[in-house]
T-cell receptor
Framework: DTAVSQTPKYLVTQMGNDKSIKCEQN?????MYWYKQDSKKFLKIMFS???????INETVPNRFSPKSPDKAHLNLHINSLELGDSAVYFC?????????????FGDGTRLSIL | GIQVEQSPPDLILQEGANSTLRCNFS?????LQWFHQNPWGQLINLFY???GTKQNGRLSATTVATERYSLLYISSSQTTDSGVYFC????????????FGSGTQLTVLP
């Protein structure tokens, strides 16, 4: 069984559209994350939620809105998509937010803006 | 913020060769992980190793936390080892997100 699963794997859409990426973990972890990998393969944190509460928001544009309906799910909604949003988005989870447990990553969602 | 530097940036090997990848970091760490990003883009957890030495098959890793570096050893490399290897850390004094290095692009030739 996949521990951290993201859907969809690929997303191709037009500039200006609104889209969502879903993430679910079945590890029983309390903390979930969204990371962005740019075209140069650099990975950077976007958001972190602990038990459905936002704990990290790394100066991401307001067009990005994470939502955590329960601690097993962290979805990412993006409004008014721009060309610069093209990237691979990774979801991850860890047992807690103390920073001394490994993070487990999903397979990523490749977003392409036309 | 904390700095994470990986070397070399690129590495090309013949199948069967051994290699060592290095990760230097600028602060004490709570968490250090090594990942392999395969050609399909998946991030595979290799090691969780904030200190000490671990081995998993042909791969092993050592972190010397007091000297602020970690090494990933790949022995008898195979073409399937190709991809990008990332080191990522959570420093002891910072917010609890992973800071990634820029990666080492490994190509193993048949």
């Amino acid at each position: 069984d996949t521990a951290v699963s993201q859907t969809p794997k690929y997303l191709v859409t037009q500039m200006g559209n609104d889209k969502s990426i879903k993430c679910e973990q079945n590890l029983g972890h309390d903390t979930m994350y969204w990371y962005k990998q740019d075209s140069k393969k650099f990975l950077k944190i976007m958001f972190s939620y602990n038990n459905k509460e936002l704990i990290i928001n790394e100066t991401v544009p307001n067009r990005f809105s994470p939502k955590s309906p329960d601690k097993a799910h962290l979805n990412l909604h993006i409004n008014s998509l721009e060309l610069g949003d093209s990237a691979v988005y990774f979801c991850a989870s860890s047992q807690d937010n103390r920073g001394n447990q490994p993070q487990h990553f999903g397979d990523g969602t490749r977003l392409s803006i036309l | 913020g904390i700095q994470v530097e990986q070397s070399p940036p690129d590495l090309i090997l013949q199948e069967g060769a051994n290699s060592t990848l290095r990760c230097n970091f600028s602060d004490s760490v709570n968490n250090l992980q090594w990942f392999h990003q395969n050609p399909w883009g998946q991030l595979i957890n290799l090691f969780y190793i904030p200190s000490g030495t671990k081995q998993n098959g042909r791969l092993s890793a050592t972190t010397v936390a007091t000297e602020r570096y970690s090494l990933l050893y790949i022995s008898s490399s195979q073409t399937t080892d190709s991809g990008v290897y990332f080191c990522a850390i959570i420093s002891s004094g910072s917010a609890r997100q992973l800071t990634f290095g820029s990666g080492t692009q490994l190509t193993v030739l048949p």
